[in-house]
């Protein structure tokens, strides 16, 4: 016994029309991007500093300038006597 042909199916008149998103695919996707922002705003929140932290290190960067200022005063009246003022005045 012959078993029949099977019909066609990927006949052109036939083909379904192409599937739109539903819903559940939008929200699924407005989910995921929802859980990387919250992800990223955690890792911010963990790695930045305190304001008190912020302020100690403002402290130091000030009073690290401050020094600097000092010991180029201190190094333009040094051996020679004469430094970059020395100069400006010629």
Request: proline letters at 8%; hydrophobic letters at 45%.
């Amino acid at each position: 016994m012959a078993a029949a042909p099977a019909p066609e199916t990927n006949l052109p008149d036939e083909s379904p029309a192409p599937k739109k998103p539903g819903l559940m695919t939008l929200i699924k996707a407005v989910a995921a991007l929802s859980i990387l922002v919250l992800l990223q705003v955690v890792a911010v929140g963990m790695f930045m500093p305190s304001a008190s932290e912020t302020a100690e290190v403002a402290k130091k960067m000030v009073a690290d300038e401050a020094h600097e200022e000092t010991e180029e005063k201190s190094e333009g009246h040094g051996e020679h006597g004469a430094g970059e003022d020395a100069k400006d005045h010629m």
